[in-house]
């Protein structure tokens, strides 16, 4: 009796609008054939394959949901006003670190067509620092780091970064 049951709804089952937009696509050459080929299934296929009630259903919640969305969107549009928003101006930033440089560190850092100039003198022996600060004093440089003792060159950097 119960395998009985289950044939009698099996056969009663609806099939799907899905099932049925397959069913037409398999047996009309000229219709997307839906994942056959690389083709999905096109909006009109959808369409078709819907019931009266689903129908109906998909055009109230179109009506109710989607069309007020549209509107608002509008009437926002048409009175909110719009302002482009400013260019965005960005700041470019050198670190030049450096160890007894002084010969050598104006012409760095004259060379450079940055905003922003960050000078670290790594525990220079000669005269660097004396130079370094005389770039700050011109408006070279916008910020002098020295260091008392020699660390390295990464070390020196990561000051500068800090």
């Not at 919640?61 to 926002?76: C, E, G, H, K, V």
């Amino acid at each position: 009796m119960g395998a009985g049951c289950w044939r009698s709804r099996a056969s009663k089952r609806k099939e799907s609008s899905h099932e049925k937009v397959l069913v037409q696509a398999r047996g009309d050459p000229y219709r997307a054939h839906p994942f056959v080929r690389g083709r999905m299934i096109q909006p009109y296929d959808l369409l078709t394959a819907l019931d009266l009630d689903s129908l109906m259903l998909f055009f109230w919640f179109t009506l109710l949901f989607d069309l007020p969305r549209y509107i608002l969107s509008a009437i926002a549009m048409a009175f909110v006003p719009w302002h482009s928003p400013p260019p965005k101006r960005y700041r470019t930033s050198a670190i030049v670190a450096g160890h007894n440089e002084a010969k050598t560190v104006r012409q760095c850092v004259c060379s450079l067509e940055v905003d922003e100039i960050i000078v670290v003198d790594d525990g220079s022996t000669d005269d660097m620092w004396l130079e370094v600060w005389r770039l700050k004093e011109e408006g070279i440089i916008t910020h002098a780091i020295r260091l008392q003792a020699r660390q390295s060159k990464p070390a020196a950097i990561n000051t500068g970064l800090a």
